[in-house]
Nanobody, 124 residues
Framework: QVQLVESGGGLVQAGGSLRLSCAAS????????MGWFRQAPGKEREFVAA???????IYADSVKGRFTISRDNAKNTVYLQMNSLKPEDTAVYYC??????????????????WGQGTQVAVSS
């Protein structure tokens, strides 16, 4: 069982920045692939960014150049640095763990565990 707890969400003006954190339980965090997804009201959950156990990463086109995913295995934590935020980035952000960890994946079905989410709101 892996528990994921997100933090760092909040309200920010357009153009601002936030850093989300996701703390994971378990002694084998370094082997997990980790992903960030988001869900806006009335929309499906969508992929944002992912990082593999070896540090490979991938981003959704909508956030490339603005968001950065990183991980600190010593702290069992994955981060999402979000810069140049736009109102369309408003959503609940979820982190997820892929126990295979072999690659950074965009596929929701590949992820085994999910956090409860943290709200990000960007005002115009």
């Amino acid at each position: 069982q892996v528990q994921l707890v997100e933090s760092g969400g909040g309200l920010v003006q357009a153009g601002g920045s936030l850093r989300l954190s996701c703390a994971a339980s378990g002694r084998t965090f370094s082997r997990y692939g980790m992903g960030w997804f988001r869900q806006a009201p009335g929309k499906e959950r969508e992929f944002v960014a992912a990082i593999s156990s070896t540090g490979a990463y991938i981003y959704a086109d909508s956030v490339k150049g603005r968001f950065t995913i990183s991980r600190d295995n010593a702290k069992n934590t994955v981060y999402l640095q979000m810069n140049s935020l736009k109102p369309e980035d408003t959503a609940v952000y979820y982190c997820a763990a892929d126990l295979s960890g072999l690659r950074a994946t965009t596929e929701r079905a590949q992820y085994n565990y999910w956090g409860q989410g943290t709200q990000v709101a960007v005002s115009s």
